[in-house]
């Protein structure tokens, strides 16, 4: 049985199964529901079992679960279907190194007491080890100064490779928004004209943030493939075998941290309009229509670094004049997507300059955010091409 002193947090929409309660003994139980913030249940809690119920094949919200643990002190135990019922989630938790344990939901009640002792003990041995790293820390305070300079070097680095203009064909017309949380960005995007008629887009978040986080943007920068070279010619890499050869880039890498990430990758023809686009676990783009309408762009995909081998969808779309397209990353859906988002500046005639400063006098005032990078970008198909206006913008290149 569990240590009597001991109390375990369950995390989840159902109840807490019969089993579970016959190996925790009489050491307590705390329901906590999915929605509600983990951190601060984790850190009063000696294990946290975890069932993910529906959000097991949401590959997003499970990355995003995951880099909230190894932020907080608890270990957790996910409690999941047999592995032969769902081997993706299996393999996704188990291929990722971190203060987890994997159990199915039909084991016995010995053997959840079993793990969850075990996970006791690992959290114990982690609990010692952070103290010294904590110790550690303080010791070396002094070279702090050195460190922030490094970190605004490497803030510098990362910015040079972003886009220096946003270009300009035929009646496309863009701007972003990009806010890292601290120094540097999880999040990463490009614009590119990749031919008389097609421009490249794409935003991409490393889940996670800080310097892990902005390593793996640098890899995605690179690797990213839009065209090939073939003889003396070439051609455009549509946006759904761009995402598939990066992700086996990725997976062939083996990281250890922060190797999970999303995108949204779209290509348009600038003289038909016609945009192809795919997602890897990204929030969905979306599209307003003139008059405020407002369209998902849907794309089945699941994150990049996770399964080899894994094939992306794309989706066709066609644009007209007046349309306007968001692409963005998930730390900004709170703001876009809120009950108090931007659903005004959608269905007025604003500018995408002034959609901009409108987002950020948001942000700037919103005080409930979560912490997390923001990346949002935004394309308009103008009924008058006319040359754009230069407007640097608060956080922005």
């Not at 041995?125 to 952070?130: P, T």
């Not at 108090?340 to 500046?345: Q, R, T, V």
Request: proline share 7%.
């Amino acid at each position: 049985m569990v240590q009597a002193k001991a109390k375990l947090l369950w995390v989840a929409e159902g109840p807490v199964p019969a089993a579970l309660r016959r190996a925790a003994g009489e050491a307590g139980i705390e329901c906590c529901r999915p929605g509600q913030p983990l951190k601060p249940q984790l850190e009063q809690a000696a294990v946290a079992v975890i069932h993910p119920n529906g959000d097991c094949n949401d590959s997003a919200r499970m990355a995003k679960l995951l880099f909230e643990i190894e932020h907080a002190s608890a270990v957790v135990l996910f409690m999941l279907p047999p592995e032969h019922k769902n081997p993706r989630i299996w393999k996704m938790l188990t291929s990722r190194r971190g203060q987890h344990v994997c159990v199915s939901e039909e084991s016995s009640p010995a053997e959840l007491s079993a793990s969850i002792n075990a996970v006791m003990r690992l959290q114990s041995s982690i609990g010692q080890l952070r103290q010294e790293l904590t110790e550690l820390r303080a010791s070396g305070a002094s070279n702090s100064d050195e460190l922030n300079e490094e970190m605004r070097l490497a803030a510098r680095l990362q910015r040079d490779f972003l886009p220096r203009r946003l270009p300009e064909v035929g009646p496309i017309r863009f701007a972003v928004l990009y806010r890292p949380l601290g120094w540097v960005s999880g999040d990463i995007y490009d614009i590119a004209r990749l031919d008389e008629n097609h421009v490249g887009f794409y935003v991409a978040d490393a889940v996670g943030h800080g310097m892990p986080a902005a390593l793996l943007t640098m890899f995605i920068k690179k690797a990213l493939q839009t065209k090939r070279i073939i003889g003396n010619s070439y051609q455009i890499v549509p946006p759904e075998e761009a995402l598939t050869e990066l992700n086996d880039d990725i997976c062939r890498q083996s990281l250890s941290s922060c190797q999970f990430c999303t995108a949204a990758y779209c290509v348009i023809n600038v003289q038909n309009l016609t945009m192809t686009c795919a997602r890897a676990g990204h929030p969905e783009p979306l599209l307003v229509r003139p008059g405020g309408r407002v369209e998902k762009v849907e794309a089945q995909g699941s994150l990049l670094g996770i399964f080899e081998q894994e094939k992306y969808a794309a989706t066709s779309v066609q644009l007209a004049p007046g349309d306007r397209l968001i692409v963005y990353s998930d730390g900004a859906e709170p703001v876009l997507m809120g009950p108090e988002g931007l659903d005004a500046p959608w269905r007025e005639h604003m500018s995408r300059e002034e959609f901009i400063l409108a987002l950020t006098a948001r942000i700037e005032s919103a005080h409930d955010l979560p912490p997390d990078d923001m990346t949002v970008l935004v394309l308009d198909v103008l009924e008058n091409p006319s040359p754009a206006r230069t407007i640097t913008f608060p956080g922005s290149r």
